[in-house]
């Protein structure tokens, strides 16, 4: 068995959003336990599936972190998908609060995440499986594109943050992360949650650049991520798993 067992208890912070709902509804196939956090406009504008838990969170605002993971009284695995991106500015005329933001997003919000589900995945951890905690980072933390200096930064230090909780929390926790490249999802433009910050992406000619010929779809990340999560990948820790069809290999 590669992917978590029946009844396993998975939690999905971002999962209204493209990747999330792939994660969500290949957990649901496995018969796993499955709770959502997401922002609440995410939640209003892709209503969830009934059969998962939904708990409303802005990774943003500690207090809500601390209030969402409050309410979880176990857990076997966390996803954390949680970020957005904002309009393309070079490093030398970038707006302060926008790098802001965007740190805050993806790598401080991460950060909070962190804190405040490994007390859950330890308590996991002391059974015979370790818990498990998957970071989703981006292909643009090592092959940096013009204009999205505050993302890449922060996706680059999710990996750094991924790998020090892998070390620090082992043999309890396993700490690993996905890192795509550009996905056919809402993500795109912007998000569901935050608007259409991003811009558009020509698919046809990102595409044209890719080994595979194609762009990823949702389910390609999916898979990944349920395997990391699962006893397939037991051995695995502070490690990256770059999804990319051929187009980075680190």
């Known amino acids: 068995m590669l992917n978590p067992a029946p009844g396993t208890r998975i939690a999905v912070v971002?999962?209204?959003g493209g990747i999330g709902r792939a994660v969500v509804m290949a957990a649901l196939g496995c018969d796993m336990r499955v709770t959502i956090l997401d922002l609440p406009a995410?939640?209003?504008q892709a209503p969830p599936p009934d059969a998962a838990r939904i708990v409303p969170i802005d990774v943003t605002d500690p207090a809500s972190v601390t209030a969402a993971f409050a309410g979880l009284d176990g857990l076997d695995a966390l996803v954390n998908l949680a970020g957005f991106t904002a309009p393309k500015a070079p490093v030398e005329?970038?707006?302060?609060a926008q790098w802001d933001a965007v740190v805050g997003a993806n790598l401080t919000g991460a950060f909070l995440v962190a804190q405040a589900v490994l007390p859950l995945l330890r308590a996991s951890g002391a059974g015979k499986t370790p818990g498990s905690l998957v970071h989703v980072s981006s292909g643009l933390a090592a092959r940096l594109m013009p204009g999205y200096g505050p993302y890449g930064a922060a996706k680059a230090g999710l990996i750094a943050l991924t790998k020090s909780i892998a070390v620090e929390n082992a043999p309890l926790v396993r700490a690993n992360a996905v890192a795509p490249g550009a996905v056919?999802?809402?993500f795109l433009r912007g998000g569901t949650g935050?608007?259409?910050a991003g811009g558009r992406l020509d698919v046809s000619a990102y595409a044209s650049t890719i080994p595979m010929g194609r762009i990823a779809?949702?389910?390609?990340?999916?898979g990944p991520i349920l395997f990391l999560?699962?006893?397939g990948a037991a051995y695995m820790t502070g490690q990256v798993l770059w999804i990319n069809g051929g187009a980075l290999t680190p």
């Open 194 to 196: 935050r608007g259409a």
């Open 14 to 16: 971002g999962g209204c």
């Open 217 to 222: 779809t949702a389910d390609d990340v999916a």
């Open 42 to 44: 995410s939640l209003e």
């Open 93 to 96: 005329t970038l707006d302060p």
């Open 184 to 186: 056919d999802t809402a």
């Open 229 to 231: 999560c699962g006893p």
